[in-house]
């Protein structure tokens, strides 16, 4: 991937390629445990940068820990131009249970646990995950969770601050407080309800970061989707990721995969031109799930 402005946007303090990856499911069935193979998932991360990806998204309750050992394995010492990304706001119960952990006690250790599983002195991008309705925002005062980061990054800990499953008026709230440099939220070809929030993210020069770009759990099904990328020679997935990167120019991508042929697809998708045509076909995707 060449770096020009076209395929960059800035994320924290240096511009990174739009495409990157997600370290989540280097983890085991249902992001817990050890991989199945971890010698693969220690590939994957290397050929994902030899490749050209300089911006990788991960957390240490992925795992837990587990995701960030294998990136501190496989990579470390981090080349000067990657920025690694890691959210704050859970902890894994020994049932492999998601709890919250949004107190700044919480946010502290899970800035120090980044930190030392990485082998970091310093982490580029911190969000903090604000658990709302699971996987959609809610709102609601996040002053403490926030002002608690900006603490962390004064002490020269954390570079920069992110938001995860936020609403607009968090965000304003947050920009009170600190710069936000990023934003994380549910958003994909058929889940639409982000729209207005993304261009006005990318009229201040904020990157937005959606997570589940091809549908998470449940992947994006649709048959305009399938028979389009037939008609242009591509998988469904690649003109999934093709159609975010053409949605707006502030969109940096994180598709996870544990899979050196799936890390390779997805990484085309970043020199896949879908034309006008193909485009409106797939707007109307979301148009007709009614969240547009």
Not at 170 to 199: F, K, S, W
Request: hydrophobic share 40%.
């Amino acid at each position: 991937m060449s770096k020009s402005t076209i395929n960059t946007f800035p994320l924290g303090h240096r511009p990174v390629h739009r495409l990157g990856y997600g370290a989540m499911q280097l983890a085991g069935p249902g992001v817990f445990g050890p991989p199945k193979d971890h010698d693969a998932a220690v590939a994957v991360l290397r050929e994902a940068v030899e490749s050209g990806v300089d911006h990788i998204d991960t957390s240490d309750f992925y795992g837990p820990h587990i995701t960030n050992q294998i990136i501190r394995e496989a990579l470390h010492p981090y080349r000067d131009d990657l920025v690694i990304v890691t959210k704050l706001g859970a902890v894994r119960g020994e049932d492999a249970s998601w709890l919250p952990a949004m107190e700044p006690e919480d946010l502290r250790r899970g800035v120090h646990d980044n930190l030392r599983n990485l082998g970091l002195d310093v982490l580029d991008v911190v969000n903090v995950r604000i658990m709302g309705n699971i996987h959609a925002p809610a709102e609601g005062s996040i002053e403490k969770q926030v002002t608690a980061l900006a603490g962390l990054q004064r002490e020269g800990l954390v570079r920069h601050i992110g938001l995860s499953n936020v609403t607009a008026a968090q965000i304003a709230e947050a920009q009170g407080i600190v710069e936000i440099v990023c934003v994380q939220n549910h958003y994909n070809l058929v889940h639409r309800e982000d729209d207005t929030l993304i261009d006005d993210l990318a009229s201040q020069g904020i990157a937005y970061v959606p997570f589940f770009p091809l549908g998470g759990f449940t992947p994006i099904q649709s048959s305009v989707l399938s028979t389009v990328a037939q008609t242009i020679g591509a998988t469904p997935m690649q003109v999934a990721l093709a159609w975010l990167l053409h949605r707006a120019p502030n969109i940096l991508l994180i598709p996870g995969t544990s899979s050196l042929t799936h890390l390779r697809e997805n990484l085309q998708a970043a020199d896949l031109t879908l034309p006008d045509a193909v485009l409106a076909e797939l707007d109307a995707i979301g148009e007709a799930h009614g969240e547009h």
